[in-house]
């Protein structure tokens, strides 16, 4: 079984959950953008992690045999043949039949799953590409797809049933401008008590400059104090202060070390919101210490949970 | 969170995860404690520990927040038997065969003007230290070894090349390394090593860990072609 790209306005490419245990050896973590669209993509269609189609702009596709999918993400308009269909929803595909995706702002990311997963190329035990590695991929050089591209899909393990119908609750709410949780770490102790305010009490712009590696915003500059720091691990959603004081999040793509002061991470349970946000967009940051961040983030598994066995 | 042992600092990573900052007399001692904590971690993995990454004077662990908390994560490697391990014996030995002034990676002329020494004198100089791998980082495979000796030590090019060729062996400030990959670059280049770091399909894609050791030996340029055949690259 196989399904083919017949139009892709900007990209689209293969994620997965990303690489495992692999950061030490220098390969970056990959995996998508906005893991909670990813990974509710995938529940939709009975199954977790499986290789999805990551996404930004316009996209039809056509199927040649019957299918379960989901699609995910900020508002789109999805159309099964001239049928609307609801995005965060499995949706059921029959032989024939095209879909097409219609994202409603140009920038944000989405999410395609297939139930049994795309098949993809996979290195160092993930399907992610990654394009400054020039890997993963179709034809694994670290390129998106191209219009015409055939992909493979995997067959369905035989009791793999799609759940019931998603809860509105577990659909995020997606706002151009949103307010988002920084868990003070690392390097947080070279901010002065004026510097961390300056940063939760400003409003900072994403600038044109994101990409899988990172979002550079523009705001108040944050004054460190100039002192010696030798390369270390980045995490996800680290807030890097580079010289010009202007904050970089680093993401899914980032390089495994870098040698810039960080006064934090982004909090998983709101990586989502930040990461769908587009240049022009403003953020706002509150503090959310390690053990909230926590336990906002096993509410929100709890209640995918519940979902789930509902 | 309180520093002990050899920690001089811990902070938080995000709520996944924490990062430990070792102490020491020197960058080589401070490393020593990053790889004997880091060893100490593999021996007594525990099921929570998604992710381990060394650095020059750190260790970042992430952790899965359904198992744990970082609570919990620092009282276990408070409480971890960490070996004072001897990296004389400990660690894997690289020797890296290197064809010095390779055309297509030569800047001696470059690194003669900002350190006083002859080609000659660099080359044998940057065979003469057994270097310690700090951290893999930067592009899969990249092994940041140090300390280079302190006479060769040079600032980056003003302006980094696009292309660094694949093999290139390079020196910025007390650090050397060999690009995995063709990558952009600004460290100055000595030379072409025709052994593979990287091999991204292999069940073990990266030849060097952090804590192994580095050493490096001339070769000609025959020989180089040789080798660069025998490890199945464009000679």
């Not at chain 1, 994202?103 to 394009?131: C, D, N, T, W």
């Not at chain 1, 067959?155 to 401008?177: F, H, M, N, T």
């Amino acid at each position: 079984m196989a399904v083919r790209f017949t139009r892709i306005d900007l990209t689209a490419y293969p994620v997965d959950a990303g690489r495992q245990g692999q950061l030490h050896q220098g390969f970056c973590q990959s995996g998508p953008l906005d893991p909670y669209a990813f990974s509710l993509a995938n529940l939709l269609c009975g199954q977790q992690g499986a290789t999805a189609i990551e996404f930004i702009g316009g996209l039809s596709i056509e199927f040649t045999t019957p299918a379960v999918v989901s699609v995910t993400g900020p508002d789109a308009e999805i159309i099964l043949d001239n049928q609307l269909q609801q995005g965060w929803q499995s949706i059921q595909v029959n032989a024939g039949q095209q879909l097409i995706v219609e994202p409603a702002r140009i920038g944000s990311k989405h999410y395609l799953a297939i139930q049994g997963g795309f098949e993809f190329p996979r290195v160092v035990g993930s399907a992610s590409m990654v394009k400054r590695e020039q890997l993963g991929g179709l034809h694994n050089d670290g390129k998106p797809l191209k219009a015409g591209d055939e992909v493979a899909v995997a067959s369905v393990a035989s009791e793999q049933k799609q759940p019931g119908a998603l809860p509105a609750q577990l659909i995020p709410d997606y706002q151009p401008d949103v307010r988002v949780g920084l868990v003070p770490g690392y390097q947080h102790d070279w901010l002065s008590s004026l510097q961390w305010q300056r940063l939760l009490s400003s409003e900072y712009t994403i600038t044109p400059q994101v990409d899988r590696m990172g979002y550079r915003l523009s705001g108040p500059a944050i004054e460190l104090p100039s002192q010696a720091l030798y390369s270390e691990a980045i995490a996800l959603g680290a807030m890097q202060i580079p010289p010009d004081g202007q904050p970089i999040v680093m993401m899914a793509d980032r390089q495994t070390l870098g040698g810039y002061p960080k006064a934090g991470t982004i909090a998983r349970c709101d990586l989502n919101h930040f990461a769908q946000s587009i240049p022009g967009d403003k953020i706002t940051f509150y503090q959310l210490d390690a053990d909230d961040a926590r336990a906002k983030w096993l509410l929100m598994q709890a209640a995918i949970q519940r979902w789930l066995s509902s | 969170m309180q520093p002990f042992g050899t920690i001089r600092a811990v902070q938080t990573a995000g709520e996944d995860g924490l990062i430990f900052y070792t102490s020491g007399a020197d960058l080589a001692t401070q490393n020593q404690a990053v790889t004997a904590l880091h060893q100490a971690l593999i021996a007594h993995r525990p099921r929570w520990l998604t992710e381990l990454v060394p650095s020059y004077d750190s260790l970042m662990l992430v952790f899965d927040m359904i198992e744990v908390d970082f609570h919990g994560v620092y009282q276990f490697v408070e409480q971890l038997p960490i070996d004072n391990i001897n990296s004389q014996t400990a660690s894997t030995l690289h020797r890296l065969p290197v064809w010095y002034g390779a055309p297509e990676a030569n800047d001696l002329e470059l690194v003669s003007t900002a350190t006083g020494l002859s080609a000659e004198e660099i080359i044998e100089r940057h065979q003469q230290s057994a270097y310690t791998v700090f951290a893999v980082g930067f592009a899969p495979g990249f092994a940041y070894l140090g300390e280079l000796a302190a006479e060769l030590a040079t600032p980056r090019l003003a302006n980094p090349r696009k292309a660094v060729p694949k093999g290139a062996v390079a020196i910025a400030d007390r650090q050397t390394a060999v690009y995995p990959d063709v990558s952009p670059g600004g460290w100055h280049l000595l030379g072409l090593c025709p052994v593979s770091l990287y091999k991204p399909g292999a069940k073990e894609p990266t030849l060097m860990q952090a804590g192994d050791k580095v050493e490096f030996y001339a070769i000609s340029e025959d020989e180089y072609h040789a080798l660069a055949q025998t490890a199945g690259r464009p000679a």
